[in-house]
T-cell receptor
Framework: NAGVTQTPKFQVLKTGQSMTLQCAQDMNHEYMSWYRQDPGMGLRLIHYSVGAGITDQGEVPNGYNVSRSTTEDFPLRLLSAAPSQTSVYFC?????????????FGPGTRLLVL | SQQGEEDPQALSIQEGENATMNCSYKTSINNLQWYRQNSGRGLVHLILIRSNEREKHSGRLRVTLDTSKKSSSLLITASRAADTASYFCATVNTGGFKTIFGAGTRLFVKA
């Protein structure tokens, strides 16, 4: 199993540009989530999904959209990038539909917004 | 707002010593988890302790949970240089769905 994969690994955007961060898992997990990690801080939950077609907001959802058309994929869209969105983004999945059990993390995407 | 707060923020010890990290949280939880993050990498799950458990062991790791004080501790015994990493506690509120992470403790183990 590849586990949780994320692409791209690095991305540089200009203010106002849009882009999609990709996340996929091959463990048939119902629960998937997106976090951002800023320097010296823990992870903050952006959005999560408890199954295909079901998404909900986390702690810091503004400026981000998600969709879940399949169990495997959970892309994160930045609608109009801002410097405040410079961060490392992690995708995670869990076998628990509520997400309250062990989460498996991807390697992260480093995003720089100029 | 962060649910868990780790203490200390940073810890430097010699190889072979024990390392203790603490986590405090604010609301009722379903469970509490500890994760490790090596520099530039994703998080790796270490151990999960449920609200009705008081202590749990996994190899050199020992986790305690005191729900009356809303606190947990992670003890790493006989530390190794490879244990150098950031350690995060994460809480899952009653009802689930959201796992909230603290800011982490950076552990440096000197060989």
């Amino acid at each position: 199993n590849a586990g949780v994969t994320q692409t791209p690994k690095f991305q540089v955007l200009k203010t106002g540009q849009s882009m999609t961060l990709q996340c996929a898992q091959d463990m048939n997990h119902e629960y998937m989530s997106w976090y951002r990690q800023d320097p010296g801080m823990g992870l903050r939950l952006i959005h999560y999904s408890v199954g295909a077609g079901i998404t909900d907001q986390g702690e810091v959802p503004n400026g981000y959209n998600v969709s879940r058309s399949t169990t495997e994929d959970f892309p994160l869209r930045l609608l109009s990038a801002a410097p405040s969105q410079t961060s490392v983004y992690f995708c995670a999945s869990s076998y628990s539909r509520q997400g309250g059990e062990t989460q498996y993390f991807g390697p992260g995407t480093r995003l720089l917004v100029l | 707002s962060q649910q868990g707060e780790e203490d200390p923020q940073a810890l430097s010890i010699q190889e072979g010593e024990n390392a203790t990290m603490n986590c405090s949280y604010k609301t009722s939880i379903n469970n509490l988890q500890w994760y490790r993050q090596n520099s530039g990498r994703g998080l790796v799950h270490l151990i999960l302790i449920r609200s009705n458990e008081r202590e749990k062991h996994s190899g050199r790791l020992r986790v305690t949970l005191d729900t009356s004080k809303k606190s947990s501790s992670l003890l790493i015994t006989a530390s190794r240089a490879a244990d150098t990493a950031s350690y995060f506690c994460a809480t899952v509120n009653t009802g689930g769905f959201k796992t909230i992470f603290g800011a982490g403790t950076r552990l440096f183990v000197k060989a």
